[in-house]
């Protein structure tokens, strides 16, 4: 068959840069009430049981709440609704939706082909609701969340994400709050200023270490630097745009910057090679992608062992996976590659 291909595909997109104690806030949420990932991130379990162990019961309820229906997520799309300046203006937002607008927003964005069931369902449309949920299918947590939504009292729903907000924002982050707005605050001018000279997709990729091309669908990217969830990468959707809560560097923590202090991308990335396993996944991977199944059986190991091996792999954004395929990511390596050059490199000037 011959095809003649008019299609457009597009060779940039928009690029939004924001920063904001309010993601912060919501992200602080989401990486405590998710304790599977507490072993992989930069601050150390210990603390965080520590930190999880020091709210008010009140508190613990609302995150235990949050735990169990996800609800972290509902704030970061209330987030997007509109640029506030401060967690009042934002409780007043969420207080003065009506039903449907409030109900429409915290339904998590599909696709486009979804979004007439997820207006429907803000109504009130159960089918509507059932067919997002046939559509998420597969999702770790949407289907889940949809059903939740679609239940729950609006007025109930408004209530436990005001407590929980307010509750980690005056509980939690509001003792380091001015330390917290400087970092952000620094890394996002950092960025800023290195927009005038890459362009955005380097920049992208320079803020993540994802190498993230232009898609039909995605207009826009924003970029929102965050600290809690380092060393990672939290990546979302919305209409026609790409969010990516991107880990601040470590020369944003302070005004003063160490030129022998290595980046900590670097340091991840030899730190995940350093393992004579994860270089043999890197080996067969270089000659083609493949499945976890025949990482397994290639390597003669358990599978939760090479499954591990992968996050590390993937951590360092050397590794992709898309379904359950993983392929090497050499854009990236190389990339490494003249960060490692540059480092070295390093001048006082």
């Not at 609701?129 to 059903?147: D, N, R, T, V």
């Not at 992608?289 to 590390?312: F, N, P, S």
Request: charged content about 25%; aromatic content about 8%; hydrophobic content about 35%.
């Amino acid at each position: 068959m011959n095809l003649l291909n008019t299609s457009y595909k597009p060779n940039s997109y928009g690029l939004e840069i924001k920063h904001s104690i309010l993601f912060e806030c919501t992200l602080g949420i989401a990486m405590i009430t998710y304790p599977k990932l507490h072993e992989k991130l930069e601050k150390p379990k210990q603390s965080l049981d520590v930190l999880r162990n020091s709210v008010s019961e009140k508190l613990e309820a609302e995150l235990q709440y949050c735990q169990e229906h996800n609800t972290w997520k509902m704030l970061l799309q209330l987030l997007h609704v509109q640029d506030f300046e401060s967690i009042h203006s934002f409780v007043d937002n969420i207080n003065g939706l009506d039903d449907q607008t409030f109900i429409y927003h915290v339904l998590p964005f599909l696709d486009e082909s979804q979004q007439k069931n997820r207006m429907l369902a803000s109504k009130g449309d159960k089918r509507a609701a059932e067919e997002m949920i046939l559509a998420s299918k597969g999702h770790q947590y949407f289907p889940q969340m949809i059903h939740f939504i679609s239940e729950i009292e609006p007025a109930l729903l408004k209530k436990h994400l005001v407590h929980l907000m307010t509750g980690w924002y005056n509980e939690i982050l509001l003792e380091e709050k001015q330390e917290t707005e400087e970092i952000l605050k620094r890394d996002y001018e950092t960025k800023i200023n290195k927009r005038a000279t890459i362009s955005n997709q380097e920049l992208v990729q320079l803020a993540t270490g994802i190498e993230y091309k232009p898609e039909s669908n995605i207009a826009k990217v924003i970029l929102v630097p965050q600290i809690s969830y380092r060393p990672w990468t939290i990546e979302a959707n919305l209409e026609g745009t790409k969010i990516f809560y991107y880990p601040v560097s470590n020369e944003s923590f302070s005004d003063h910057v160490d030129i022998n202090q290595p980046p900590p991308d670097l340091v991840q990335l030899y730190k995940a090679l350093g393992d004579e396993k994860r270089l043999t996944i890197m080996r067969y991977l270089s000659q083609r992608e493949r499945t976890l199944k025949e990482l397994t059986e290639l390597l003669d190991i358990g599978k939760t062992t090479v499954h591990h091996h992968l996050t590390m792999l993937r951590t360092a954004h050397i590794v992709g996976v898309k379904g359950s395929v993983y392929s090497i990511k050499m854009e990236s390596i190389r990339k490494h590659e003249q960060k490692l050059m540059e480092y070295l490199e390093r001048s006082e000037d």
